[in-house]
């Protein structure tokens, strides 16, 4: 075996073995293993709830309205008579769709934005971190109230929306790290060998300020689940006839007297997600942090 | 070593053993450690990073971390086992029987608390006195570690405080309740030479007058046997040598001790003369420590029977020492062995004639470079010039504040001097990359200067790339593994990223980093300061031997004034952003100089070592943002003419051929009055560089 | 302190500078025909220009900007669109109710938040530190209406000891726990999470740090070492935290006062978007948005006052 085979082997093994280490420390973590568990379970619930649901989640029956759970309808039924378990289970899909991918969009766009100000500094910085402070004094459900009460609402606009409003706080986070990592002289050096700013920031950098994009990425994408939820609670996001846990919640809210299932089980749904992608969150991050 | 406890020792620590739980591993850090110190007795503990020598001092005050765990021995503190003490007990005998000093007294002090307070608190606690009383007694204590203005230092926060006041509070503290043993953690490490030299002459002049026992953990074996009656010599979490403080430094009989010896420039060495003979190898990785002697590995005279056990501490013949080494007796002519080995892997010494006259290769005219910053602007650098000819090394001297490496960054061109001009290279020396293969830099830091996510190859490909944009693949490839090569690093090593290599590799890395493109110009920021006693020789040879053979001129930063003497051509001074002092290395070294410089030489370690005497330096150092009036040094210089000093900017005096420094006393006059004290080591110096026969000057060295 | 502070306000008031054109052109521009969305799709265009007229929206952009500005700062926020009420009076009465509300759940859950977190950081990676932490954490996750609706279902409609829906109390003991207790609940749950997570991420790092070990190794009695090492350290980023959520606690009450159909301006502010009623829209989220840039502000002067590197920096 030759002393090239054999390093790269031992590059391969040592890139496992460190892999591995961070696995097994999380799967130690048996808050990790619940929150995965559970949010693994939602996951496969929202691709695959046509085979899952025992009833179609849109089948009316005004005749078997507001029934409190029985043996057909484990979690009872609605207002219109449709099944509260198979909506509930149906009801995952569009926050998941929608919280990765406001998540992926602000994730981008804040590390566009904190490199860049993080990197070049002075007045541009100064400016833009001013702009986001500004940004930051509204409360995201304020914002969100006031856009899409003005812009109408679709799927698309509340991915983009939650999107754009997480850019500034991403970016504060990549910026801080950033700044660190521009004075390392491992970057004074780039420059001394005459590198780019743009290959400083993407080659160089860019590769050093993973750890803490990646975990503000899953905090992130927690935000993301409980901003989604509230709007469609303000029946700001997805409309009817979608068995959307928020716009459930929001519908049924009337009933509540006298039928509290339609609200209380799309409200346990939509706790055990949001907790268990916190706590996944919350172990990556305690991982990553050592 | 039963057989050297007594009714007398403050302390006796018998077959210490801890270990640290990582990742459900433990990892053994202190293995079966014995020693004891006795009533009045100041006991050093010397080691490098790593070697457990700060676990042992927490595990004295009971106070390790949480994944510590004590595998065996006992820790008798006045005759009571601290091992599994009560908590009360623990808390009545920390402060007035043993209490501690520590690295870092910034961090140390309670940054919302006044210091008088903090120390107040003890005689509170402690005597169960009246606040009034513990004020009043705080007060005196601040005037026992000699506070010019005790009652206002009273009522300062910490970081109203400089490092070294703040380092006399935490001894203040330390020595309120009157304890009968001080342990002192590297306590002058990260403060200036001129701050740490103050702070030793106190601890000296304290615990001879209190004659409280002292344990003192070091890197440093000069600093540690100035202050000690005994030595003891830790390696990989093991005592291998223990002896009278001036036995160890002088005839160590561990090859460890030795090695740790010859790796630094003794006082007066230069390379001209003398090759420093560097430990093999790095220190064993945490928790690796092989089952034989854990030295075995980067030892010149293991055999065999090493591997098998570990050595135990064994009287030495002739000696009071006691060695951890089968073969300690021969030890003692380690040095001719391993210079015999050395002189097989590079170059012997060769007296080079001093190289100025040649072309400049970097000049520097009246350069000044600002920072401004919450609304002050700092001059770190005011109207600099100096000039680096080709081949030469330039040491740059200076403490911290002194605008050293802010110079090296603009002249690297990493900073845009606001006044003046650097030029650098020749007429050929034209765009951004033809000044990036004239002119590279090594930094301090190794684990900040190379990126972590980037193999070794990467990291010297993208340079070899970018410096030699000629090159096609092949030749880069053969490029890199030719640099990799002339730094002394394996093919293996090319593979790895930066966090699987030591300190030592790391540099080297960086170092091959720097000469991809074949520099003239090379820019050397405190290269060796981060690294391992042991490791620095390595690189300060290799970039001695890569000077040679590429003609290199090396700007030499470094606030060890041993280390720089050893490189150096020429040195220059640097003294809060202005240049001081410049001239040929040894002139510079001797009166007439300027006496910022004779202050600097005068705390130097080594230098009192070897017997020079101590200047003072007084006041507090001034601030950048305000700096002094007239002469910047006038507030602190010892050799201050009053009025004249603090009014008038001094001019620049010519000491002989190409030494000039500046001060309003004339050569003449100043070399005068620089000769007047005591100065033995003034000839001795003299005397030792001129000898060639570097085994011969090692040897004589200590009896000298 | 003098420098410090001139600058934090001056920050400040560019911040709301900002943060006042973002509400105006927000409001001003997103919309697009003002005058079409009030009179619907059967006026006349004659109509809708009358009406753009006298709301002056055929001034140019920054003339606009500035008109409601030095409007706003003399008091006069216009007339509702949909209510034909002053704003002034309209929005500082929900504003007041919020405040009544919010400083409820702060003032009781506070104390709680910042003892568990010590309690937690001094238990550091044992049983009790766990629930405590996993514990504050999913109460942080949980969106308001969740909660809202869990706390609505068990003590309004399983036990019936609260109202389902809450006005505003008089000055009792009694009204203000009956009125306020349910809807303060969701927030209190909220602000637990971030409060008692600062407090024992603050409480660790103090815990860690060397004047903790100086305190100890100089042999004081463990309260001592507690109260006026480690606590007068680590509940310092706490207090910042802690201003910081009380002005982002008022915009957050928009889902609550929702849910419980409380007079505050968060319900205020949802109902004047449904109704595009924009200047009670403009006044009401601008005056959030002063709330927490001056909770922040807030927050950095206390920070400074308990901070003597910042006191007493010259």
């Not at chain 1, 997480?166 to 420059?191: C, H, I, Q």
């Not at chain 3, 409480?203 to 606590?231: D, F, I, Q, S």
Request: charged share 15%; proline share 5%.
């Amino acid at each position: 075996m030759s002393a090239l085979e054999l390093s790269s082997r031992s590059r391969l093994d040592s890139r496992r073995a460190r892999a591995r280490a961070t696995f097994g420390q999380l799967l130690r973590s048996a808050s990790f293993d619940v929150g995965a568990v559970i949010v693994v379970f939602w996951i496969v619930d929202a691709i695959f709830w046509h085979a899952l649901v025992p009833q179609d989640p849109q089948a009316l029956n005004p005749l078997a309205a507001l029934q409190g759970p029985t043996a057909a309808h484990w979690f009872g039924t609605d207002w219109l008579g449709r099944d509260v378990f198979s909506r509930t289970l149906a009801g995952s899909t569009s926050v998941l769709e929608i919280a990765p991918l406001a998540t992926l969009l602000g994730i981008a766009g804040g590390t566009v934005v904190g490199l860049v100000t993080g990197y070049y500094g002075g007045a541009v910085d100064a400016l833009v971190m001013r702009l986001v402070d500004a940004f930051l004094a509204f409360p995201l459900v304020i914002i969100a109230v006031l856009v899409l009460s003005l812009l109408g609402t679709s799927e698309i606009t509340v991915i983009v929306l939650i999107g754009v409003i997480f850019t500034p706080v991403v970016s504060r986070t990549v910026r801080s790290v950033v700044l660190v990592e521009r004075d390392k002289e491992y970057v004074a050096s780039a420059r001394l060998r005459g590198e780019g700013d743009w290959y400083i920031m993407t080659a160089e950098i860019l590769p050093n300020v993973t750890t803490p994009i990646i975990v503000e990425s899953t905090v992130r994408l927690g935000y993301a689940i409980f901003t989604a939820a509230t709007l469609s609670f303000l029946s700001l996001g997805i409309q009817q006839p979608s068995p959307d846990w928020g716009l459930t919640i929001s519908l049924g809210r009337q009933y509540l007297q006298i039928a509290p299932w339609i609200v209380l089980f799309p409200a346990v749904a939509l706790a055990t997600l949001v907790v268990a992608v916190n706590l996944v969150a919350d172990s990556i991050q305690q991982v990553m942090a050592q | 070593m039963s057989e050297l406890r007594s009714a007398d020792d403050v302390l006796s620590v018998s077959n210490l053993s801890i270990s640290y739980r990582r990742r459900a591993r433990a990892m053994r850090v202190v293995s079966d450690v014995s020693f004891s110190i006795r009533r009045g007795e100041a006991y050093g503990l010397v080691g490098e990073s790593g070697c457990g020598k700060s676990t042992i001092a927490m595990a004295v005050m009971a106070y390790l971390a949480d994944n510590a765990l004590i595998d065996g021995g006992s820790i008798r503190l006045l005759g009571d086992e601290v091992i599994g003490a009560r908590a009360a007990d623990l808390r009545e005998w920390r402060a007035s029987r043993v209490a501690m000093v520590y690295q870092d007294p910034g961090s140390s002090l309670n940054p919302t608390m006044r210091v008088g307070r903090q120390l107040a608190e003890v005689y509170r606690y402690h005597d169960h006195v009246s606040w009034d009383a513990a004020n009043a007694s705080a007060l005196t204590m601040f005037e026992r570690v000699q506070f010019a203005d005790p009652r206002t230092i009273l009522e300062r926060y910490p970081h109203e405080l400089s490092g070294g006041q703040q380092q006399r509070v935490m001894i203040a503290m330390a020595l309120a309740a009157n304890p009968a043993l001080l342990i002192l953690d590297e306590p002058t490490t990260g403060l200036d030479a001129t701050v740490e030299a103050e702070i030793l002459d106190l601890v000296e002049e304290l615990l001879r007058d209190i004659g409280t026992a002292a344990l003192f953990i070091s890197h440093n074996l000069a600093i540690v046997s100035r202050l000690c009656d005994r030595v003891g010599v830790l390696y990989a979490g093991r005592l291998v040598e223990e002896g009278p403080a001036s036995e160890v430094l002088h005839t160590p009989h561990h090859p460890y001790s030795i090695g740790l010896l010859n790796s630094i420039p003794h006082w007066g060495a230069t390379k001209d003369h003398l090759r420093l003979l560097p430990i093999p190898g790095d220190p064993p990785a945490l928790g690796q420590i092989p089952s034989g002697c854990a030295f075995a590995s980067r030892c010149a005279i293991a055999e065999d029977a090493c591997l098998a056990a570990p050595p135990p501490l064994a009287p030495c013949s002739g000696v009071h020492s006691l060695s951890a080494c089968l073969r300690r007796d021969d030890a003692a002519d380690l040095a001719a062995v391993v210079a015999k080995n050395e002189a097989a892997d590079g170059p012997a010494p060769v007296a080079t004639p001093v190289r100025i006259g040649r072309e400049a290769v970097v000049e520097v005219t009246d350069v000044i470079k600002r920072f401004s910053a919450h609304g002050t602007t700092l001059t770190a650098v005011s109207d600099l010039s100096l000039t680096l000819h080709r081949g030469e090394i330039l040491g740059l001297v200076g403490e911290s504040g002194s605008g050293k490496t802010t110079l090296a960054r603009t002249i690297a061109g990493l900073y845009r001097a606001d006044g003046g001009v650097v030029r650098v290279g020749d007429a050929t020396t034209r765009s951004r990359r033809e000044r990036a293969s004239f002119l590279q830099m090594v930094f301090q830091n190794p684990d900040t200067a190379l990126n972590a996510k980037f193999r070794v190859a990467r990291l010297l490909g993208r340079s070899v790339k970018r410096l030699n944009p000629g090159l096609s693949a092949d030749e880069r490839q053969a490029k890199v593994l030719d640099v990799a090569r002339s730094v002394k690093l394996q093919e293996s090593h090319l593979d790895l990223l930066p966090g699987a290599l030591s300190g030592g590799l790391k540099q080297r890395v960086a170092i091959g980093r720097a000469f991809t493109g074949d520099p003239t110009v090379v820019v050397l920021d405190e290269p060796a300061s981060a690294l391992d006693v042991s490791v620095q020789a390595t690189i300060l040879n290799l970039l001695v031997d890569l000077q040679r053979e590429h003609d290199l001129a090396y700007l030499f930063i470094s606030h060890d004034l041993s280390v720089v003497r050893y490189l150096s051509d020429r040195i220059a001074v640097m003294y809060l952003g202005e240049l001081v002092e410049i001239g040929p290395a040894e002139s510079v070294m001797r009166p007439p100089h300027h006496p910022y410089t004779e202050v600097l030489l005068s705390a130097n370690a080594a230098a009192i070592a070897a017997g020079r005497a101590r200047i003072r330096l007084r006041g507090p150092s001034p601030s950048l943002a305000n700096p002094p009036s007239g002469c910047r040094f006038h507030t602190r210089c010892p050799r201050s003419l009053g009025e004249l000093c603090a009014t008038v900017a001094p001019p620049m005096q010519v000491a002989d051929a190409g030494h000039q420094y500046r001060c309003h006393i004339e050569p003449s006059a100043l070399a005068t009055l620089q000769s007047l004290r005591p100065d033995a080591a003034a000839a001795r110096d003299a005397e030792t560089t001129t000898d060639t026969d570097a085994t011969t000057t090692r040897s004589t060295r200590g009896h000298s | 302190m003098l420098t410090y502070l001139s600058k934090r306000l001056l920050l400040a008031l560019v911040t709301l500078v900002l943060v006042s054109f973002i509400v105006f052109l927000a409001s001003d521009v997103l919309p697009g025909d003002v005058g079409r969305t009030i009179l619907g799709n059967f006026a006349t265009q004659a109509q809708v220009h009358a009406l753009d007229v006298k709301l002056g929206l055929d001034h140019p952009l920054l003339d606009r900007y500035w008109i409601w500005v030095s409007h706003f700062v003399r008091g006069n926020w216009g007339t509702s669109y949909t209510l034909q009420v002053p704003v002034f009076g309209l929005v500082m009465r929900h504003f007041l109710n919020s405040l009544i509300l919010g400083a409820f759940a702060l003032v009781l859950i506070v104390p709680i938040s910042i003892t568990f977190g010590v309690l937690a950081a001094t238990h550091h990676d044992r049983p009790l530190d766990r629930v405590i932490s996993v514990t504050g954490m999913s109460m942080l996750a949980l969106p308001e209406f969740v909660t809202g609706i869990v706390v609505l279902v068990v003590f309004s409609i399983v036990v019936h000891w609260f109202p389902v829906s809450s006005s505003v109390p008089v000055f009792s003991l009694p009204s203000i726990v009956r009125n306020l207790f349910l809807p303060a609940l969701p927030e209190m749950v909220l602000i637990f999470g971030y409060v008692s997570r600062m407090a024992r991420a603050g409480t660790v790092e103090a815990l860690n740090a060397g004047y903790t070990r100086t305190a100890v190794l100089k042999g004081l009695p463990r309260h001592r070492v507690m109260m006026r090492h480690v606590l007068r350290n680590s509940l310092l980023p706490t207090i910042t935290v802690v201003a910081v959520q009380a002005g982002y606690l008022v915009g957050s009450l928009i889902v609550v006062e929702t849910i419980f159909n409380y007079p505050g301006i968060g319900n205020l502010i949802y109902t004047a978007a449904t109704n595009h009623d924009q200047p009670v829209l403009q006044a009401a989220v601008f005056l959030v948005a002063l709330v927490y840039t001056l909770s922040n502000l807030a927050a950095d002067l206390l920070y400074a006052v308990f901070n003597p590197r910042v006191r007493l920096a010259s």
